[in-house]
């Protein structure tokens, strides 16, 4: 079964909004270039930070989503050209242009912002995963955003993919085609876009950002109750692997072969799955 790249959505600073290009290089480590390219850390400038080690559930070094509702009000534009990083706070007048070089200003309007010492690091290479263990892009189809959509009254699909914050969008398959893009433990599954190879490996388990109003960080009642409840109704009969552990999962993290690094993907390449094989 065939599908069609939709849409590309890359996120230039960790945890803040989507850009969407019609055509992206892979970069080294496997992730999009310019995906989640800069990271806000809850300490200051002349501090070290390691990225390996910083908490991605929550209670680490990453000002996130995750930690605290503050981040969803944030609304963030990036001029790469300009080298600069427009914000704004939602509901609030106003906005300010700051300098992703010299980050002084911006790290003094983000620390003010947050009530606490913060600094924007930068990793230009591979960035700031989510999961480091399988860097590369995540994948959804754009009938799975549909679907599980109109699961909650007054979420479409546009809000729900704000929410989950996937990075290629399939069209042209069913709800729940991403779910062949994993095997059990020890597996991967190889699949193509355009030119280039991509191993699925497991699907994404979910974390407390989905239920929250991407613009206000308020709480959707139920969320995860419901999410639940209906993904396990939906579950796919075919879907048998030992990584599905739990019905609070959806959509699938990839890595990129070395091999695949430098090739672009583009709006309207093919996708294809192309088999499972050893991990």
């Known amino acids: 079964m ?17 850009e969407s290009p019609s055509s992206v290089r892979i970069a080294d480590r496997g992730a999009l270039a310019g ?52 914000l704004a706070v939602h ?22 912002y947050f009530d606490h010492p913060v600094s924007v690091r930068r990793e230009p290479t591979g960035g700031y995963p989510d999961d480091r263990d399988a860097s590369g892009p995540s994948v959804v189809a754009a009938a799975t955003l549909r679907k599980a959509a109109s699961w909650f009254g007054g979420v479409d699909a546009t809000e729900l993919r704000r929410r989950l914050r996937p990075n290629l969008v399939v069209a042209g398959v069913p709800a729940f085609w991403e779910d062949r893009l ?7 599954v190889r699949f ?6 991509f191993e699925g490996v497991r699907p994404c388990a ?14 959707t009642e139920g969320f995860r109750e419901r999410f639940v409840e209906r993904r396990r109704a939906t579950r796919p009969e075919w879907l048998d692997s ?4 739990h019905d609070y999962r959806l959509m ?10 430098g090739v672009h993907l583009t709006v309207g390449d093919a996708v294809e799955i192309r088999g499972t094989a050893p991990e």
């Open 182 to 188: 994993y095997g059990d433990r020890g597996e991967v």
């Open 91 to 112: 509901g609030e007048t106003g906005e300010r242009t700051f300098d992703l070089d010299d980050r002084a200003e911006l790290n003094a309007w983000l620390s003010d």
């Open 192 to 197: 193509t876009v355009g030119d280039a190879t």
């Open 2 to 18: 065939s599908g069609t790249l939709e849409a590309i959505y890359r996120y230039p600073i960790k945890s803040l909004d989507a």
């Open 206 to 219: 979910r974390c407390v950002v989905p239920s929250r109003d991407p613009d206000t960080g308020a709480e």
């Open 242 to 245: 030992d990584r599905y552990d």
């Open 35 to 86: 995906d989640r390219e800069y990271a806000i850390a809850d300490r200051p400038t002349d501090a070290s930070f390691d990225p390996s080690s910083a908490s991605v559930a929550g209670s680490g070094d990453y000002v996130n989503a995750k930690r605290t509702r503050a981040v969803h009000r944030l609304r963030s534009s990036v001029d790469r050209d300009a080298g600069t990083v427009t």
């Open 252 to 261: 699938v993290n990839t890595r990129v072969p070395e091999s695949e690094w």
